[in-house]
């Protein structure tokens, strides 16, 4: 029994970083009613723009770059865990002011062009740093494992797991006790009404995709060192999203959450009994509830059924 | 009566005949354009697959976006049945179309219920699992390596055997089909049963007040539509002689909507035979300049869902009508209304 325990660590790490890149999807959708398909490609975004900070693969003057190598790999680190999400934000930006004329119309319309501009995205991270692996190098603190009731247990994961709980945590804090959050809210319960009520609505849209965006990109950072950074890694990551997003129910925080971490445990456990078939057991997951429960598991009726 | 009703009550339009005759000379002069006869049969093949995808897209308004998964299925449903039972054309083909229709009609069964994104989300998660079952069945399937050695077997007529091992036999044998399956498809969407598909399309909940049963519907479109693509997909691994799970992928379920939707599926019959037309072309002619076709191509898809989602087909109805001195598209952007402005 007492085996298992890394694996669900695992297991729960992955859930709760797959969750945040879910919440990002959901505000989105909540907001917009639009399916970002390209969600997953900005998680990539931020997987590459923390290696190209981390491991000073910058496109720029080589005195430069050697005095960026200079700084320790902790300050690199920290830095990219701080720009690397604010330049996928910009990219982020970039295209929802593609996304935006799809507004009001059937989803199909966003999800169409989001995938549309998943292929671009991906072809240019192919084009830009090629088709190959890399490691995101990151600092010995965070680095190495601990040997705890006679079992190893990596660092990493648990820096990971804590990292992505206040991740969720400050989301949380962030839509439920602001007055931003508020307007958040108000605006996927009914946008007209926030208009009239005098809120730039295109420039509270364009800040929401922004920051969905931002949390895809926290969550390429962190997993880039497990995962390994790939051009395709964005399917990877876009496809467990909306199937949190379906298994909780579309627009609820804790449906999100706690579905999460049930694909992650889900993933983790099976990857430890039949590691070659971990990946379907979440499909099949979701296609069990969602045969019972419509609208998966805290849903409540959406625009998006119609 | 005016031209489109008389067509529509024809068992062979005359642009039906027109392009299957022009066709039938593209082998004497596909290489003179500096193109090669197995692009023939690729484009007839993914012409065909997306045609029976828009069965659901265009004509019903069901977006299935893991439709990938029973080409696949139709490949190694040919090469499985040509491998172990018997190698005979006739019967892998059967067996290819076979697979299909069931593999179509148990996710049907699951999903017929559903609309909208949910539908979409539930067909993804479907041609998810198939996917993956492609790749970690190694002893079936082969796995990532792929089923090699299919072959390409004889068509025997029973008065003669034809091989079919060349490129340009087999672009005769998969224009054959491919005639077949228009004919047949074109007489579909025209009868009752297809004006049904397209009730539905428009409004779900007043279809099923009529008194159809729309899930019946729903079920039955489904499963001709994974059945057709899998047919297209026992063509493709004759064509390539093996049969690989990437063509179950996500990435490969997208191009099929990219395909019926550049080429103006959503308000043309014939848009998903110029959207896989143009799909291959552009992939050979961009894909020769630069590595990077898909961003070229992506970009172009954007643009096409942006401004002119009717699509080439859509664009040149425009200017038909434009020309014949009629007033705006009415039928293109009623039909448009209809499956993306959804609820009216």
Known sequence: MIDLLPHLLNGLTLGLLFALIALGFMLIVGLMEQINLAHGSLFALGAYFSFMLVAAHLPLPAEWVKAWTTIPLGWRYVTALVFAPLLTALVGMLLEFCVRRTYGKDPLYGLLLTFGAAMVIEELIRLVWGTRDYVLPVPQAISGGIILWDLIWSTYRFYAAAFAVSAIALVWLFIERTPYGAIIKAGAHDSEIVRALGINLTRLRMFVFAFGALLAAVAGIILAPIWGIRPHMGVDAVVPAFLIIVLGGVGSFWGAVSAGILIGMLVGLTGAYASEWSLLSMYVLLIVVVTFRARGLFGKKSLLEA | ?344
């Open chain 2, 1 to 344: 009566m005016d031209k489109d009703s008389r067509d529509s009550s024809r068992l062979v339009t005359p642009a039906m005949l027109g392009f299957i005759v022009l066709l039938c000379t593209l082998p004497l002069w596909i290489g003179k354009v500096g193109l090669y006869p197995y692009l023939g049969i690729e484009i007839l093949i993914w012409a065909l697959y997306a045609l029976s995808f828009n069965l659901l897209l265009g004509y019903s308004g069901l977006p299935s976006f893991g439709h990938g998964a029973y080409f696949g299925i139709g490949a190694y449903a040919f090469g499985l049945f040509q491998h172990n039972i018997v190698p005979s054309l006739w019967l892998c083909l059967m067996a290819a179309l076979g697979a299909g229709l069931v593999a179509g009609a148990m996710v049907a069964a699951f999903i017929s219920h559903r609309r909208g994104i949910y539908y979409a989300f539930m067909t993804i998660a479907f041609g998810q699992v198939f996917w993956v079952v492609a790749i970690k069945a190694h002893s079936i399937t082969g796995g990532e390596d792929g089923l090699l050695r299919i072959a390409r077997l004889p068509a025997d007529f029973g008065f003669a055997n034809i091989d079919l091992a060349d490129n340009t036999a087999l672009f005769y044998f998969v224009l054959a089909i491919f005639a077949l399956a228009l004919i047949g498809l074109w007489r579909l969407v025209n009868s009752p049963y297809g004006r049904i598909l397209q009730a539905i399309r428009q409004n779900e909940t007043r279809a099923a007040f009529i008194g159809h049963n729309v899930w019946l519907y729903k079920f039955t479109v489904f499963s001709l539509s994974a059945g057709l693509s899998a047919l297209a997909g026992g063509l493709f691994a004759m064509a390539q002689t093996s049969a690989f799970p990437d063509v179950m992928s996500l990435h490969y379920s997208g191009y099929v909507v990219m395909m019926t939707l550049i080429g103006g599926g959503l308000v043309s019959f014939w848009g998903p035979v110029i959207g896989a037309a143009l799909f291959l072309l552009a992939r050979d002619i961009i894909g020769a300049v630069t590595t990077g076709w898909m961003l070229w191509f992506g970009l172009l898809f954007m643009a096409v869902v942006l401004f002119k989602p009717e699509g080439v087909a859509g664009w040149w109805q425009g200017l038909r009508q434009r020309t014949a001195g009629m007033s705006g598209n009415a039928t293109g952007f009623a039909r448009l209304r209809a499956l993306l402005g959804g609820r009216a």
